[in-house]
T-cell receptor
Framework: AQTVTQSQPEMSVQEAETVTLSCTYD???????LFWYKQPPSRQMILVIR??????QNATENRFSVNFQKAAKSFSLKISDSQLGDTAMYFC?????????FGTGTLLAVQP | EAQVTQNPRYLITVTGKKLTVTCSQN?????MSWYRQDPGLGLRQIYY???????DKGDVPEGYKVSRKEKRNFPLILESPSPNQTSLYFC?????????????FGSGTRLTVV
């Protein structure tokens, strides 16, 4: 069975600073994808970044980047130059198109 | 605009009264799923569908039904809702032909069963 673990229920960061959210996963699949989703207070689920497991290069999207360690089954999210609009719940997810397994989420608060 | 549309956005109902949450997508996606979100548990998959007339159970299917008669629609049916089905529900769609870009989610349905 696949599992996704986010060990930080809540985190806080000052505006303009950098923060890293942790995620570990376990899967028996050979072909899988990893995602970070953002859920602001509006509760909309927004895709932040995705990583193809067969690619070694870490994905980057503007201020968001990942540190993908396949052997360690680790997939952390780094947010640089944090902004107030980054305040949200962040979910890590692992799987394929018909089934994504989500972690329990990390609530990130960006302080002014 | 490419989107997944869920209705209603909020729903309060009584135990045992059958209800349907509708979901429709306009992206011609093959795959559709229903998830429920509960505090401390993240999102858990209820049912998914890989195409018309093809559905399968997710991790928490008890008490729910689905159907996929048309490619764009994937309604979630609660035949006899109970208070433990109070939750935030998301419909999502995706297409494997696009290199697995993950799900597009609906806006969610907040269901309260009293």
């Amino acid at each position: 069975a696949q599992t996704v673990t986010q060990s930080q229920p809540e985190m806080s960061v000052q505006e303009a600073e950098t923060v890293t959210l942790s995620c570990t996963y376990d899967t028996s699949e050979n072909n899988y994808y990893l995602f970070w989703y953002k859920q602001p207070p509006s509760r909309q689920m927004i895709l932040v970044i995705r990583q193809e497991a067969y690619k070694q290069q870490n994905a980057t999207e503007n201020r968001f980047s990942v540190n993908f360690q396949k052997a360690a089954k680790s997939f952390s999210l780094k947010i640089s130059d944090s902004q107030l609009g980054d305040t949200a719940m962040y979910f890590c997810a692992c799987g394929a198109t018909n089934k994504l397994i989500f972690g329990t989420g990390t609530l990130l608060a960006v302080q002014p | 605009e490419a989107q997944v549309t869920q209705n209603p956005r909020y729903l309060i109902t009584v135990t045992g009264k059958k209800l349907t949450v509708t979901c429709s997508q306009n992206m011609n996606h093959e795959y559709m799923s229903w998830y429920r979100q509960d505090p401390g548990l993240g999102l858990r998959q209820i049912y998914y569908s890989m195409n018309v007339e093809v559905t399968d159970k997710g991790d928490v299917p008890e008490g729910y039904k689905v159907s996929r008669k048309e490619k764009r629609n994937f309604p979630l049916i609660l035949e006899s809702p109970s208070p433990n089905q109070t939750s935030l529900y998301f419909c999502a769609s995706s297409s494997p032909g696009r290199g697995d870009y993950g799900y597009t989610f609906g806006s969610g349905t907040r269901l309260t069963v009293v």
